[in-house]
């Protein structure tokens, strides 16, 4: 837990999406949102202090699901959303594990989606079910 910024996150915890595209039920739980002031917030953790920086925040594919579910379910426009990747530094523990060394050191990204860049990551699951499904019906498996 990092106090500093659970106190900035407002809505609901471990917020469910769930809806259906076409015949595919997608489903998710972003770390934070709050429907009311449309606030979508997603924590993300590393023990390489490089690893989340803008551009990564800017192109994290997590995100977009997250706003493509919202225009579905909610018909929530993603320019709409306030969006925010939060990068939390942990280290390793000694005999494994990982845990966060400094409580008040994290780092926020703001970013935005746009509905066309949903819309064509919706179009990416779309063809990758059809490549899996294809993949499927050549590729046969022995009987167990």
Request: aromatic share 8%.
């Given at each position: 837990m990092v106090p500093n910024l659970e106190k900035s996150l407002k809505g609901e915890k471990e917020h469910e999406l769930s809806v259906k595209m076409n015949n595919?039920?997608?489903?998710?739980?972003?770390?934070?949102?709050?429907?009311?002031?449309?606030?979508?917030?997603?924590?993300?953790?590393?023990?390489?202090?490089?690893?989340?920086?803008?551009?990564?925040?800017d192109n994290h594919g997590q995100l977009t699901m997250y706003a493509l579910m919202l225009l579905l379910r909610d018909g929530t426009v993603p320019e709409d959303l306030e969006i925010w990747l939060n990068f939390i530094p942990v280290e390793e523990r000694e005999f494994g594990g990982m845990w966060i060394p400094d409580r008040n050191n994290f780092t926020r990204f703001k970013t935005t989606r746009t509905a066309k860049q949903c819309l064509e990551f919706g179009s990416k699951i779309e063809r990758t079910?059809?490549?899996?499904?294809?993949?499927?019906?050549?590729?046969?498996?022995?009987?167990?």
């Open positions: 595919t039920l997608l489903v998710g739980y972003c770390d934070h949102y709050c429907p009311k002031k449309k606030i979508l917030n997603e924590n993300k953790t590393s023990k390489n202090p490089n690893r989340w920086n803008q551009i990564e925040a079910i059809k490549d899996m499904e294809q993949f499927a019906n050549v590729v046969k498996l022995p009987d167990c």
